[in-house]
């Protein structure tokens, strides 16, 4: 008898249960509906025609899973469900879990093929060879799905994002491929003299305007449309690229970074927003889990401060500083040389 513990592996295999679980659980409309009040098994089954015995079970996981209460035969909803898993709150993920089931999911049972021949899985899954954007751009239903889900992941770690910096001495902020604003609203809202643009496809506009309105700071919060690689970029002394340059080859992220860097003044930057790998890969679990999502969508991955710090300053970048977070996404601020660059670089 080995004297090794399973657990890890045990863990493994059924982590993934507990994904689909909550997946299933928000497709089916569970926690919009016990949002207005406990109900029983039998008494949801009929609202949301589902078999009663069947959804009793994915109603105990979700209550095993911290995500519901089973209070005698009723369920109500846990605070953390109310808060992230209801379309209707303002700090909802229901579109990244949508996403991640419709999408993703189904993108994941694939990995073995994407490691094998290093390239996304679009067309194996869904069979188009259309593009993770232009998948989800393709009518306002997907758009606003995609969006909500960018939004909602975006947001949990954009206000510490703009702190893990003083961002104070820049006037003008261009978020490139901004979607929904959540970067620019957080860093308006942090700094009351800067002026912000969220520049994404035209599509995007009407989407992004329902939460730009939304702040505080709406006065000075814009939109413009275009396509970074393709369209002038808008003028800006800081430039931010939010999970932006995991998703491209590096022959077009040398593209897109010389674009910026010519665009900026003396003593502009430019602030990535990635989650950053240990310098020798070794973690953190969920950059090298992210990475692998970049190979099964993407022409992207993943990258360490090292791997950043070559590519800007392969585009002119003067100094290059990496800071990690604690959250979701890490942050790496670039300067082009000019009288107010004033960091060294680390």
Known sequence: MTSQDPAIVLDLIEAFRRSKTMFT?????????????????????????????????????????????????????????????????????????????????????????????????????????????????????????????????GQIASSQIVETFDLSEFQRMADLGGATGHLCIAACERYPHLQATVFDLPQVERFANEHLQRSSARERLHFKAGDFFKDDLPAADLYTLGRIVHDWDEVKIDRLLAKVYASLPPGGAVLIVEALLEDDHSGPVYALMQSLNMLICTDG???????????????????????????????????????NATQSAT
């Open 301 to 339: 991955k993943e990258r360490s401060c090292p791997e950043y710090r070559a590519l800007l300053q392969r585009a002119g970048f003067e100094t290059v500083d990496c800071r990690t977070t604690g959250v979701l996404v890490d942050a790496v601020l670039a300067r082009k040389a000019g009288a």
């Open 25 to 153: 659980a928000v497709s089916l409309g569970v926690f919009e509906q016990l949002a207005r009040g406990r109900m029983s098994a039998s008494e949801l089954a009929l609202v949301l025609k589902c078999n009663a015995d069947a959804l009793g079970r994915l109603l105990d996981g979700c209550a095993g899973l911290g995500l519901l209460r089973r209070e005698g035969e009723q369920y109500a909803i846990t605070d953390v469900a109310q808060t992230y898993l209801v379309s209707s709150s303002p700090d909802t993920l229901a579109g990244y879990v949508t996403y991640s089931d419709r999408s993703l999911f189904k993108l994941w049972s694939n990995l073995e093929d994407a490691v094998r021949e290093g390239t996304n899985r679009w067309e194996q899954t869904f069979g188009s060879r259309e593009s993770l954007f232009a998948h989800f751009f393709q009518n306002d239903g997907s758009t606003r799905n995609f969006l909500s889900g960018m939004h909602g992941f």
